[in-house]
């Protein structure tokens, strides 16, 4: 009769560390989604960079804001491509400090984008720099809001304010003159009838 050899192994731990890996893979796509919906709902720009300053990752929001399409972001210097010129040695100082400051923090900046159409739209960003392991960088990971309109809106406000303060003093030079022109009338009526007086006599 024919005879048959089987070996067994056992492979529960094998399957355990494949399911724990699973697991942690899907915790971890379940937290980009999150994460990548709370910037959307948050108006905010996800910007990437690696350490030549090129783009690497977007959200939906930075095109929008940029007029471009991802992969016409995707690979480009952010500097070159979308930083304003005037603005350019502020950003670059920032991410210098981000390389080489120590304890690593992110740091915060306000300057201008160029959109597709030429438009600059003000950003305040916030950046942090990604490390290995070894606590080497590997990139820069900034998020901004766009504050073109409310900074706009702020210096309409402060225009209207300095234009109420002017009426308003040009309201009180006007009482001032208004009282001084009162308080010389009346001595110099006295005078003038006097004078008259006198001139009779």
Known sequence: PPRFVGF???????A???AAL??????AHQYLERANQYLEAAQTMLVALDLEHQVTLVNRKAPEVLGCAENELLGRDW????????????ARDQFHQLVTQRPRRAQHAEYAVLTRDGTRRLVA?????TVDESDTATGFLCSGDEITDSRRAEQEVRESRERMMHVARLA??????SGISHELN????????????????
Not at 22 to 27: G, Y
Not at 125 to 129: K, N, S
Not at 172 to 177: F, L, P, Q, R, V
């Open 8 to 14: 067994i192994q056992d492979i529960t731990v094998r």
């Open 16 to 18: 355990q560390a494949v």
């Open 22 to 27: 699973q697991h942690e893979r899907d915790r």
């Open 79 to 90: 500097f070159e491509a979308f930083v304003t010129p005037e603005d350019q040695p502020r």
């Open 125 to 129: 960003w916030r950046c942090v720099v």
């Open 172 to 177: 009180t030079m006007g009482e001032m003159a």
């Open 186 to 201: 009346q001595p110099l009526s006295a005078i003038t009838t006097y004078a008259q007086a006198a001139s009779r006599l």
